[in-house]
């Protein structure tokens, strides 16, 4: 019986610990990201953005060009960017900036050029 008590309250202050933690800190969130989809044309996907926020996104390379977009309810989407050459070595930015304060950048440096799977 003894044994089984002391089990019980362990596994009680465990759970009691594990709860605390958790309201804590809050349920962890992920920085919103931009990830490269296609070069032809440059693609970008964003992913955790805030569910239904407004995007505002600016492409820096040779010419500048501005999209907006609105973000899924699992706070993704998709631009395209349809004249702007990303296998060039030119180098590029992208930076999405949501209306609820969402920030994300992709950057290509001069020089890095995409690659090619062979494989």
């Known amino acids: 019986m003894t044994k089984t008590f002391i089990a019980v309250v362990l596994l009680a202050v465990a759970v009691a610990t594990a709860a ?3 309201a804590s800190s809050g349920s ?3 920085k919103p990201l931009l990830r490269l989809v296609d070069t032809q044309p440059l693609t970008l996907r964003g992913v ?3 569910s239904r926020e407004t ?4 492409l820096r390379a040779e010419t ?4 907006r977009t609105t ?3 699992a706070g993704s989407f998709e631009a395209k960017f349809p004249g702007i050459d990303a296998n060039r070595c030119e180098g590029f930015a992208v930076t ?4 609820d304060g969402s920030k994300a950048t992709y950057k ?7 690659r090619l799977d062979l494989s």
């Not at 995007?55 to 600016?58: A, D, F, G, N, V």
């Not at 500048?64 to 999209?67: D, E, M, Q």
């Not at 999405?96 to 209306?99: F, L, M, T």
């Not at 290509?108 to 995409?114: D, I, L, M, S, V």
């Open 71 to 73: 973000a899924t309810t």
């Open 64 to 67: 500048r060009v501005l999209r």
């Open 108 to 114: 290509r440096a001069q020089g890095q050029c995409a």
């Open 48 to 50: 955790n953005f805030e």
């Open 20 to 22: 605390s933690a958790g």
């Open 96 to 99: 999405a900036v949501g209306s």
């Open 28 to 30: 962890p969130s992920q």
């Open 55 to 58: 995007i505002s996104l600016s």
